[in-house]
Every structure is written in C-alpha cells, then in structure tokens.
C-alpha cells in the first residue's frame, strides 16, 4: 500500500506547535510506516510540489504572498489541517485589532510609519479547512490520535468533554467559585487544563467546545467581574471569532 503523503507548512507563528510534533518522537516513527512526510522545513525535508493527501498548516497568514500560498496548499491537498491556535482562530497575532496595532506603530515608530503586514485571520477565512487541532500550543498526545485515527481511516472528531472536566479530574480549586475569571466551562478539553495547574486561567486556546452555553458563562462573569475584564479573556484566542459579541 502506498503511503500518504503529508506536506508540513507554516505561516506566521512562532513555531511551537510544530516543536510539539518533534517531541513526538516514537509515535512519530510510529505512523511512518503509512505516512511520508514530504515537505517539512522545520525538520529539513525539501519541499516536493506534487499532491498531498494531508497538508498541516501552522500559523496564519500576514502577507498576500501567504496567502497564494495558502490557497495553492489547499488546491493540492486532498486534507487541510489548521494546526495550533494562530491557524484555527488567528491566535496571537490577532489580538490586537488592526486600528489598535496601528496605535503601537504610531507610539513606537512615529506616526508616518504604516505596517505591511494585514489583518490576522484564521485559516478558514481564506480557504476550505477539512479540520482544526486546536491549542497554543497543540496537545502533541491529541495529536498523535487524530492522525492515528486519520490514517486509519476513522471519522476525525474532538473529545467530548470541556476544561472543566480536566480541571476537576486533577483536583484543582474552581476559579469561578472564588470569583475569578475563566473559559474553562466553555473551552475544548484535551489539553489536560495545563494552564490551570500552573496557576494561570483557562483563556480557550483547545477552541470552543461544540455546545458549549456561552451566555452562561458571561452571566456568572458579569457577576463579579467588569466588562473590561471580560473582554480580555475572549479577546485572547477569540478575538477574530464571532463568539463573543464586546
């Protein structure tokens, strides 16, 4: 049987999520035998231009140069993965708007100063995504089992289960019981509420979970937190996404 090809690209983004892949090592050995990586900078593989089965894309796109290129990827794959979170919701290059990135350039560059870079938008903004492997970075075991599940031919799907879940399992302490801010009620779980064991909130970098009561949370934060507050945490990962309306 012959192997399908996978092409590893990336745009914009600081190249976590594909440091994540690295660390797969023997899983990643593993899928070798049903899989040949044939375009991967990161890891040194010469770009071969023909079809691919799978293509992997990290980062989003900041130059209309990026975006031809994004558009031919998608024309020669069969399957398009956003990868990470700059891929499937624009991450964090689009936390700032574009008048709010202009006000930087003014403070620091001086006025006349205009940035060539454009707006950051996710992947789906420009082409068709077949699926999204949310996080910031990405979950390498998750990962593994999409592709696992990919390459075998089972039907790609997210776990059912939110943060929350996650945040219980490891008995830690409620933020939202002790009146501090947090998505985890309403993000995608598989991340194993990393952030949250060091300390930090759930700002829903997994993505949203499919379902998800929205306005349930906002009501409960509306209770003990302003609306500027509020708008920090979805503007995080969730600035580009139509999910929060601020």
């Known amino acids: 049987m012959a192997k399908s090809k996978l092409g590893i690209f990336d745009f914009t983004d600081c190249e976590g999520c594909q440091v994540e892949l690295v660390g797969l090592k023997e899983k990643l050995l593993s899928l070798s035998e049903k899989v040949e990586i044939v375009n991967w900078r990161l890891g040194q593989i010469k770009a071969q231009w023909d079809q691919f089965d ?49 006000r930087w350039y003014n403070k620091i560059y001086g006025p006349e100063y205009q940035g060539r870079g454009i707006e950051a938008l996710p992947l789906s903004a420009y082409v068709e995504i077949d699926f999204l492997i949310h996080g910031c970075p990405v979950s390498g075991n998750e990962v593994a089992r999409i592709f696992s599940d990919l390459i075998n031919g089972k039907k790609l799907n997210y776990k059912d289960y939110s943060v929350c879940f996650e945040c219980k399992a490891a008995n830690l302490p409620c933020r939202l019981l002790e009146k501090k801010p947090c998505l985890g009620p309403i993000a995608q779980g598989t991340c194993g509420a990393i952030c949250l064991k060091g300390g930090s909130a759930c700002y829903g970098c997994f993505g949203i979970k ?27 990962f969730h600035n580009k996404s139509k999910l929060y309306d601020n």
Do not use: W
């Open 54 to 102: 799978i293509a992997l894309i990290e980062g989003t796109p900041l130059t209309p140069g990026e975006i031809d290129l994004l558009k031919l990827i998608r024309e020669k794959s069969r399957i398009l993965i956003g990868f990470g979170t700059c891929a499937t919701l624009g991450g964090v290059p689009a936390i700032l708007d574009k008048e709010e990135r202009q």
């Open 210 to 236: 499919e379902g998800a009561n929205v306005g349930a949370l906002l009501t409960i934060l509306n209770k003990f937190s302003d609306k500027e507050e509020i708008d920090n945490y979805f503007s995080m």
